[in-house]
């Protein structure tokens, strides 16, 4: 078993355009879901919420 050297005249457009598809429906997917009220764990860490905390509710 062994590996070959991947051109990237065929293979890097490939990868550009999957990576930009990818990106395109992610933005698309956080614009429907998007609540300007989420909490982030770095919230969750910066204010020390606990389990019983409301705001995680």
Do not use: C, H, T, W
């Not at 490939?14 to 300007?36: H, T």
Request: hydrophobic letters at 30%.
């Amino acid at each position: 078993m062994g590996s070959k050297e991947a051109g990237a005249e065929i293979y890097y457009d490939k990868k550009k355009l999957r990576d930009r598809e990818a990106r395109r429906e992610y933005r698309q997917f956080r614009g429907e879901n998007s609540v300007l009220n989420e909490i982030y764990i770095l919230d969750i860490m910066r204010e020390g919420m606990e389990n019983d905390d409301p705001r995680l509710r």
